[in-house]
């Protein structure tokens, strides 16, 4: 039975694109995709599950914490009669967090999403099971304690933690594995917020470096999963309901979205700088970093003594935004209060997450900016900076715009929602070299590209880029006409590996320059040796209808850097020779397409004598180009 499920996975896996074969195809997605996906099934659930119980720590220590009750529904701070024993509750909270960070797991500290990235991109998607235990508790204190933060930044982590345990536990690739961990990650911020897309565009955008269907399907999966669970076991969505605005706002609210947009990418160019600038800050204190969280509690103390609004997660002061039922001291107090306190305990490493801040504070720059810009609704345009706001400061669009869309299902603000997401994000992009996200990981001392583009080596063949004009030495020569012919020929100074063909001219096999110079200095003075017995036969070969991709994965796995090229048919029908030197053609076709600038269409005024002539014809800078890449033929010594 063993034996055909092991045919059976072999069968499965053969039916995909094969590039070393020549059969290309748009992906390289094979069968097991769904054995993959039917696991990301699994832990699209565990998700949903985890992100109830997360929830309800949640409100189980704001309960303890604020009203000295047993309860485990989401209640706000605000409401609490401590007086000024608020100042000490998140001081408390804190002080926990650290001995947990210290003596627990540092991962427990930060946002939850760099600490996500970081594993992919470093741990081989390896996460301590510790994180899956300690993250949602120390969040849940941390934010049941008056922290200013958001629950998907620990949702995101601990699903990625649990989807990273299930796959360890597996004979998985590193690949795998990450596809994996992002799959809980998208499972527990869909079944947190009831935003299943969003949930995969954050994950396309910002964790899985890469847009591949062998990802991309078992990661949606799970996010609908955990979505359908979410239905059941915490309600239905959306979180923040609202009227459908108007569907069309017309020219001018268009432009009134791109100063939204603007505004929102100054806020967060300002909000990234204060979280790092005072995580500078807490480095400089002589006292262990196990101590920061409790000084930033103190300022959470303070501020929620001040703004009562500003502690925990917010949903309510949310919703009041998005209903258009605000006032200058909200919204000075989110701006000011909100934005500090959240600032400074970020910075000083306690966990939680930014999400919901940063729609908090996205929807005060829009009750303040409605006040002069056309009226399209109550709480348009507190919509409209939430979501700009977020495509500034994660740098995902997108997923600030489908975020908005699936947290109020108003989908006439499509429109509005993509100008001022994309400007802002735009903005930040321009200002600012790292987001709040990927500048932690780059504090780390990695480094992390967010641009995706197709690979040139792709595109080009071997073909495209071999050299044909190369020496081929016959099998018979013996040592003293090699010698002869090493100083003879001046062919061999920029080739480093020679074929080696019969009198048929069938290539037989290849030898280094450096082994043909040895056989010469190191021979016995025998001539009656030939060289075909220093040759090495079944050499790794290069066909010409593969694209570079597969070269250069080839080079990588044997070691060598240099291939000849034979035909596919007949491996001993020698075409030409391909090296490393040559696969950087397609780099430098990549370069050119990004730096060269030129005009191509010609410019012709109505009367002949005035023509001018702003490119050469076509015909002749593709003669010209002909004639430039004409290879010569593969040539004896």
């Known amino acids: 039975m063993a034996a055909v499920w092991q045919n059976l996975k072999q069968a499965l896996n053969s039916l995909g694109p094969d590039e070393a074969s020549g059969k290309l195809g748009d992906f390289t997605t094979t069968p097991r995709v769904i054995w993959i996906s039917l696991i990301a099934i699994v832990i699209g659930a565990l998700s949903a599950v985890v992100a109830l119980v997360l929830l309800r720590l949640i409100g189980l220590f704001t309960n303890l914490f604020f009203y000295q009750r047993w309860g485990t529904d989401l209640v706000s701070p605000a409401g609490n009669h401590l007086g000024l024993l608020v100042i000490l509750v998140p001081v408390v909270g804190a002080i926990i967090i650290g001995f947990m960070a ?5 991962r427990i500290r930060g946002h939850g999403i760099p600490e996500a990235i970081e594993a992919i991109l470093i741990n081989g998607s390896k996460i301590n099971p510790k994180v899956a235990i300690l ?5 849940a204190i941390s934010i049941g304690s008056g922290g200013p933060f958001g629950a998907e930044g620990p949702i995101i982590m601990t699903g990625g933690a649990f989807g990273s345990m299930i796959a360890q536990f597996m004979h998985l690739s590193s690949s795998e594995r990450k596809i994996l961990l992002v799959a809980g990650a998208a499972g527990g911020m869909s079944a947190t917020f009831a935003s299943p897309l969003a949930a995969v565009l954050l994950a396309v955008e910002l964790l899985l470096f890469e847009w591949k269907p062998r990802s991309l399907i078992p990661v949606a999966l799970a996010s609908a999963t955990a979505d359908v669970l979410r239905y059941y076991i915490i309600g239905p969505g959306p979180l923040f309901p609202v009227p459908a605005h108007v569907a069309f706002i017309g020219p001018e609210g268009i432009l009134a979205c791109v100063v939204v947009g603007l505004l929102a990418g100054i806020l967060s160019a300002i909000l990234t700088v204060l979280v790092y600038a005072f995580e500078d800050a807490f480095r400089l204190l002589p006292i262990h970093w196990m101590w920061w969280p409790a000084i930033g509690g103190l300022a959470i103390g303070i501020g929620g003594l001040i703004f009562p609004q500003a502690l925990g997660v917010g949903y309510d002061t949310i919703e009041k935004l998005l209903q258009g ?12 209060i909100k934005s500090l306190i959240w600032s400074i305990s970020l910075g000083s490493g306690t966990s939680g997450g930014v999400l919901a801040p940063l729609l908090m504070m996205g929807g005060a720059l829009g009750g303040i900016v409605s006040l002069f810009l056309p009226n399209e609704g109550r709480g348009f345009w507190e919509l409209i900076a939430m979501a700009a706001i977020l495509g500034g400061t994660m740098r995902s669009p997108f997923t600030g ?7 109020t299902r108003d ?25 709040i996200l990927t500048e932690k990981v780059s504090r780390r001392g990695y480094h992390l590209s967010r641009e995706y583009a197709t690979d040139p080596l ?29 100083k003879n020929h001046q062919t061999q100074r920029g080739q480093h590996l020679y074929p080696i063909v019969n009198e048929q001219g069938a290539m037989t096999g290849v030898a280094t320059r450096r082994d043909l110079q040895r056989l010469v200095q190191e021979g016995d003075g025998q001539s009656d040796h030939t060289l075909s017995e220093y040759v090495k036969t079944s050499p790794v ?8 991709r597969t070269v250069v994965y080839r080079m990588a796995e044997t070691g060598y850097t240099r ?5 596919r048919t007949n491996r001993q029908h020698l075409v030409g020779m391909v090296s490393l030197s040559d696969l950087l053609k397609a780099r430098s076709r990549n370069l050119t397409e990004e730096r060269e600038r030129e005009r191509v269409l010609r410019i012709r005024f109505l009367f002949p004598s005035r023509t001018v002539s702003v490119e050469e014809p076509a015909e002749e800078a593709e003669e010209e180009s002909k004639e430039e890449n004409r290879q010569e033929p593969i040539a004896n010594i």
């Open 135 to 139: 993250k949602p508790i120390s969040s």
């Open 458 to 486: 792709e595109i080009l063949f071997v073909r495209e880029v071999m050299r044909t004009n190369i020496a081929a030495i016959p099998a018979r020569t013996s040592r003293k006409e090699l010698s002869q012919l090493l």
């Open 325 to 336: 039922d605000i006032t200058w001291q909200l919204v000075v107090g989110i701006l000011i």
């Open 102 to 106: 210290r003596y627990g797991s540092e």
């Open 563 to 567: 291939f000849p090229v034979v035909e």
């Open 401 to 407: 715009v489908i975020f908005a869309l699936e947290l």
């Open 411 to 435: 989908f006439n603000a499509v429109l509005p929602l993509l100008v001022a997401g994309v400007v802002a994000h735009g903005f930040t992009v321009l200002v600012m070299k790292r987001s």
């Open 541 to 548: 070969v290069a066909y010409p209808d593969e694209n570079l």
